[in-house]
C-alpha cells in the first residue's frame, strides 16, 4: 500500500502542494490527472523519493524519504517523462539497464521478453537513439518493467510510477501500454500514473486523484471524480461528461474491441 | 522506414569486447617487449637475452623499464580517468582538465617551478626534485575538492555547476599563471614549457613507488562503478529510481579521477588526448558499456603511451622529443578523424 | 626504430675518429676520453683548450664553432633523455649549471660516467673559473693555464678600455620584441654582466633575469644605447623592429641612431670569447 498523509513540497519557495493525503492500493491503477501546473509531476517526483517535501509517503510501509535508494529500487520502478541518453547504447543494452544486479544471471531472455511485452522485439540491435520518440518511450517502459518483473516480491508488492506513460504514443500503442499496466496490477502490483488523457483514464484507472492547483480537489473512482461540475471548476472551462457531439466524426478508445 | 540491418548481436558486443580485451593485453605486451628491447644505444632485446653486462643491466634497470612502467600507468590512469570523466559528465568529449585537475596541477608546478627557490633551504634541500611533481599532484588534488565544494549544496553535486566552476577556476588558475610567467626567468619559461609538453625522461623507481598507490587502486577499482556510471547515461534521477546511489557515485569517480590523474600529470607533466581518443575508439569498437570501456581502456591506454615513447625517444635520438607532442601529433588526426565519421553516419 | 639511434651511435663514432689525428700531445699517456658537453659556453672552452677532438656530443645550446655542429645533439640541458646521452659512451660528462631531469643524471652518475658541473656566473672572474675546472676535469691543466692567462689579458684589456671611459653610456639589452613589448635584460643577467665588461651601465635595474618590461619603464631608462642580438634564430632583431615600436622609438638611442647588433652567442655565452665580445661592445659604443 502507498499511504501520503498531509503531504507539502515547496520548490525555490513557492508552495506547489498543499496537504495531500491519499493511499494508492495494490491491485489497483491510481491515476493523477488535473489541469498544467496543478502538481501531479511534483506529487508523483515526491511518491518516488525524488522531491524533498514535508508529511509522510510510505510504500509497502517504507519510509520513502528515509529508505536506501537499492532498497525502493527493488520495490518500484519509475517511468520518467523525458530521458536523453548520452551514449550510444542499443536498445538491449539500455533494457538490461533495469535488471537488478540478483536477477542478472537468472534470466537472460528477460530483456527480449521486457521488449517484445512492449511492440518492440526486433529492435534489440538497433542504436537507441535511432528509435522515434514513441518507440523510445516504449523501450524505457520495457526497462521498467524488468526492474519489477514480477507483480509481487518477497517484500510485498512491487510498484510501478509512470508519469504520462501514452504521452507520445498513437492510440493503439496507447492501449498496448495501459493494457500493460491493467495485467501489472491484477497480478498483484501497484500501479500509479499520471495522465492527462481522461478517456483513458476512465477506462483504465480503479481510482484517481484529481489535482487543482495543488490542493486534492477530488478523490475516488472515475464515476465519482468525473463529473461535469468537478472536471469543468478543475479544468477551468466547460466539461461534459458522456455527451455525445452533435456532429462530426468522433472517437473514444472505450469503443475499441478488447 | 527501413528495418535497419541487424549486423551485430548484443551477446555478440559482449563477446568482441572481451576479445579486444585480449587483443588490448596482447597488444601491451607487445609494446612493452619493444619498448624494453628500442632505444637510443641500440640495445636490442636480443643483446640482454644472453646475459645483461654492467651497462645493459643499467640500461634496462634503470632506463627502459622505468619508462615502461611509468609510461603504462600513465596512460592507463589517463585513458580511464578520461572514461570515468566522460561518463560522469555524460559527454564523450569530457576529461581530467574539466574538474579542475589539469588547471590545478598546471599551477601546482609552475609555482614550483618559478617560486621554487624561495623555499626555506632546509624544507628545499629535504624535498629537492621532488618539488614540481609533489606542488603539481596537491594542486590538482586541491582545485578538485574546491570545485568539488563549489558544487555542492545540500549533499548534491550539481554536475552542470562543476563543469562551470571548473571552466572559471581555470581561467583564474590561468591567470596566476600569467602572473607567474611574468616573474619567471628565461630558465623557468623554457622549463615551464617542457613540463606543458609532458615526458617520461624523469622516470625513476621512486616516482612509480609514489604514484601506484594513487593509481593502481583506481584502475583495479573502477569496473565497480561500471553498473552506475551505464545507469547514468539514462540521467541522474533515473539512475536513482534503479537504485544507482549517484551522490556516491560522483563523489568517488571525482575523487579517484583528481588521485590517478593527478598523480601522472605530476609524474610525467601535461599528456594530451589520450584520456579523449581511447575512450572514443573503444565506444566505437565496442560500445559504450562501462563494464568493457573501463578495463579496455586501462590496456589501450598504456599500450598507446608506451608506444609514443618509444617514438619519443628513438626518432631525434640521442635527443628525445617531449611525449606530449608525439601523443598530439597523433592524437588531434585522430581525433579529427573520428569527428568526420560521427558526422558521416549522423551522429553518434 | 632502432635503427635511427644506431645512425646517430656510428655519427658519434665518426665525429670522434675522424678527428682523432689532432689530437693534442698532452693527452698522448691518457686513454683519449670520450667527452659529452653539456651547456655552449662549456663546449666553447673545450673547443678552445684544443680537445675539440674528445667530443662526441653536445647540447642544443652548443653551437660554436661552427664545427661542433657535425656532433650529436643530445637535446635541450634541462631535458636531457639519459639513455640518449648514455648511447653516446661517453666517459665523461661536462656541464653548465642546471642539467636535467634529476632523474636523468642519476642514472649517468648510476652508470659510473663522471657527471661534472662547472662553475659559472656572468663576470670575468667566473670565466676563468670555468676555464680552470673544464681542464682539470680533461687533463689539461697546462692548456687550461695558457687558455686562462690569455682569456685574464684579454680582460684586463678589455677593463683597461672600459676604465678609461669618462661618461659612460646607458644601454638597455633587448632580448625580444613580442608583441611590441619589450624584454630587457634585468640585474644578474648575461647582458648586465657583458655590459658592465664592455664598459656601458645597464639602462635598467630592479629586476632579476630577462623580463617584459612596460613601455614607460622603457621611456624612463632613456638609454643612450639600445643592445641587441643579431643571430639566433627567432631572437634576432633589426633596427627596423626598434623603430616600430613606439616606445623604443621613443628613446634616445634610436633617435641618435645608436642601435648595436651583435652575436648573441658571442655577447652572452660567457666563455672564452667573452673577452673579446667585451672589446666589441666597448668599441661599439665608444669608438675606437
Not at chain 2, 614550483?112 to 624535498?127: C, E, K, Q, R, S
Not at chain 2, 600569467?178 to 621512486?206: C, E, H, I, K, N
Not at chain 3, 634610436?254 to 660567457?270: E, N, P, S, Y
Request: aromatic share 4%.
Amino acid at each position: 500500500m502507498l499511504e501520503i498523509g498531509d503531504l507539502c513540497v515547496a520548490l525555490a519557495g513557492r508552495q506547489v502542494l498543499h496537504s495531500i493525503s491519499l493511499t494508492a492500493q495494490q491491485g489497483q491503477i491510481t491515476a493523477i490527472v488535473g489541469p498544467n501546473g496543478s502538481g501531479k509531476t511534483t506529487l508523483l517526483r515526491a511518491m518516488t523519493g525524488d522531491a524533498p517535501f514535508h508529511g509522510h509517503a510510505r510504500l509497502n510501509g517504507l519510509d520513502v524519504a528515509q529508505a536506501k535508494l537499492w532498497q525502493l529500487a527493488t520495490i518500484r520502478a519509475v517511468l520518467a517523462q523525458a530521458t536523453q541518453l548520452a551514449f550510444p547504447f542499443t536498445v538491449t543494452e539500455v533494457v538490461r539497464l533495469g535488471l537488478q544486479s540478483s536477477e542478472v544471471d537468472a534470466q537472460t531472455d528477460l530483456p527480449a521478453r521486457a521488449l517484445a511485452m512492449v511492440g518492440l522485439a526486433s529492435y534489440g540491435n538497433r542504436a537507441f537513439q535511432d528509435l522515434s520518440g514513441g518507440e523510445q518511450q516504449r523501450a524505457h517502459l520495457a526497462r521498467v518493467l524488468l526492474q519489477v518483473w514480477q507483480p509481487v516480491g518477497p517484500n510485498g508488492p512491487r510498484w510501478l510510477f509512470l508519469d504520462e506513460p501514452v504521452s507520445s504514443l498513437d492510440i493503439g500503442h496507447q492501449l498496448m501500454v495501459m493494457g500493460i499496466a491493467r495485467r501489472f496490477a491484477d497480478a498483484g502490483g501497484g500501479v500509479v500514473a499520471v495522465m492527462h488523457d481522461l478517456n483513458l483514464t476512465a477506462m483504465f484507472a480503479d481510482q484517481m486523484a484529481l489535482l487543482h492547483n495543488g490542493r486534492l480537489a477530488a478523490m475516488g473512482s472515475p464515476h465519482q471524480v468525473m463529473t461535469d461540475g468537478t472536471l469543468s471548476t478543475a479544468y477551468g472551462c466547460p466539461v461534459r461528461v458522456n455527451a455525445a457531439p452533435d456532429h462530426g466524426p468522433w472517437l473514444v478508445p472505450q469503443a475499441m474491441p478488447a | 522506414m527501413v528495418m535497419l540491418a541487424e549486423t551485430t548481436d548484443i551477446q555478440d558486443r559482449s563477446i568482441r569486447a572481451a576479445r579486444v580485451t585480449q587483443g588490448l593485453a596482447l597488444a601491451l605486451a607487445v609494446a612493452g617487449l619493444a619498448s624494453i628491447g628500442s632505444g637510443a644505444t641500440g640495445v636490442s632485446l636480443f643483446d640482454m637475452l644472453d646475459g645483461l653486462s654492467a651497462r645493459e643491466a643499467l640500461i634496462l634497470w634503470d632506463i627502459r623499464l622505468p619508462r615502461l612502467a611509468m609510461g603504462a600507468l600513465v596512460g592507463a590512469a589517463l585513458a580511464v580517468s578520461g572514461a570515468l570523466m566522460q561518463g560522469l559528465f555524460r559527454n564523450p568529449l569530457a576529461d581530467p582538465g574539466i574538474v579542475g585537475v589539469g588547471a590545478g596541477a598546471g599551477l601546482g608546478a609552475v609555482l614550483a617551478i618559478v617560486l621554487g627557490g624561495l623555499l626555506p633551504a632546509t624544507l628545499g634541500a629535504w624535498i629537492g626534485p621532488q618539488l614540481v611533481p609533489f606542488a603539481a599532484f596537491l594542486g590538482g588534488w586541491a582545485a578538485t575538492i574546491a570545485l568539488y565544494r563549489l558544487a555542492s549544496r545540500g549533499g548534491s553535486v550539481s554536475v552542470a555547476t562543476m563543469l562551470l566552476a571548473g571552466i572559471a577556476l581555470g581561467a583564474l588558475a590561468g591567470a596566476v599563471t600569467g602572473v607567474l610567467v611574468y616573474m619567471a626567468d628565461d630558465r623557468q619559461l623554457r622549463d615551464l614549457t617542457f613540463w606543458g609538453m609532458g615526458s617520461l625522461a624523469g622516470a625513476s623507481w621512486a616516482k612509480i613507488a609514489a604514484s601506484l598507490p594513487l593509481i593502481v587502486p583506481v584502475l583495479a577499482l573502477s569496473p565497480l562503478l561500471a553498473r552506475g556510471l551505464n545507469a547514468l547515461a539514462l540521467g541522474e534521477a533515473q539512475a536513482r529510481h534503479i537504485g544507482i546511489d549517484t551522490e556516491r557515485l560522483k563523489r568517488i569517480t571525482i575523487l579517484g579521477v583528481a588521485a590517478s590523474a593527478g598523480a601522472s600529470v605530476a609524474i610525467a607533466g601535461g599528456i594530451g588526448f589520450i584520456g579523449i581518443v581511447v575512450p572514443h575508439l573503444l565506444r566505437l569498437a565496442t560500445g559504450p558499456d562501462h563494464r568493457f570501456l573501463l578495463p579496455n581502456a586501462a590496456l589501450l591506454g598504456a599500450s598507446l603511451l608506451v608506444l609514443a615513447d618509444i617514438f619519443a625517444r628513438t626518432l631525434l635520438a640521442p635527443a628525445e622529443l617531449p611525449i606530449g607532442i608525439v601523443t598530439a601529433l597523433v592524437g588531434a588526426p585522430v581525433f579529427l578523424w573520428i569527428l568526420l565519421q560521427r558526422r558521416g553516419i549522423g551522429g553518434l | 626504430m632502432i635503427r635511427p639511434s644506431l645512425a646517430s651511435l656510428h655519427l658519434g663514432l665518426i665525429a670522434g675518429l675522424g678527428v682523432a689525428a689532432l689530437a693534442t700531445f698532452a693527452l698522448a699517456d691518457t686513454p683519449k676520453p670520450r667527452v659529452v658537453s653539456l651547456g655552449g659556453s662549456v663546449t666553447e672552452t673545450i673547443v678552445a683548450l684544443g680537445a675539440e677532438d674528445l667530443l662526441v656530443g653536445r647540447d642544443s645550446t652548443s653551437n660554436y664553432p661552427e664545427s661542433v655542429l657535425a656532433l650529436p645533439d643530445v637535446g635541450y640541458i634541462r631535458a636531457l633523455s639519459p639513455e640518449g646521452v648514455l648511447s653516446l659512451t661517453p666517459d665523461l660528462i661536462l656541464s653548465e649549471d642546471g642539467a636535467g631531469p634529476v632523474e636523468a643524471v642519476a642514472v649517468l652518475q648510476a652508470g659510473g660516467i663522471p657527471f661534472v658541473t662547472m662553475p659559472g656566473s656572468f663576470s670575468a672572474q667566473g670565466v676563468l673559473d670555468k676555464i680552470t675546472s673544464v681542464a682539470a676535469a680533461l687533463n689539461l691543466e697546462a692548456e687550461g693555464a695558457a687558455l686562462a692567462d690569455k682569456t685574464a689579458a684579454g680582460f684586463a684589456a678589455a677593463a683597461a678600455r672600459a676604465d678609461a671611459v669618462t661618461a659612460p653610456q646607458s644601454v638597455l639589452f633587448v632580448i625580444s620584441l613580442q608583441g611590441g613589448r619589450v624584454m630587457a635584460g634585468g640585474e644578474g643577467s648575461s647582458a648586465a654582466g657583458i655590459i658592465a665588461l664592455g664598459g656601458g651601465v645597464n639602462a635598467v635595474s630592479g629586476f632579476d633575469g630577462y623580463k617584459q618590461i612596460t613601455d614607460e619603464a622603457v621611456i624612463a631608462a632613456a638609454p643612450d644605447v639600445i643592445l641587441m642580438m643579431d643571430r639566433g634564430g627567432d631572437l634576432a632583431l633589426s633596427a627596423e623592429d626598434v623603430q616600430a615600436t613606439p616606445a623604443l622609438a621613443a628613446t634616445p638611442a634610436a633617435k641618435a641612431g645608436r642601435i648595436i647588433r651583435m652575436d648573441g652567442m658571442l655577447l652572452l655565452g660567457f666563455g672564452p670569447r667573452t673577452p673579446d665580445a667585451a672589446l666589441a661592445l666597448n668599441a661599439a659604443l665608444y669608438g675606437g
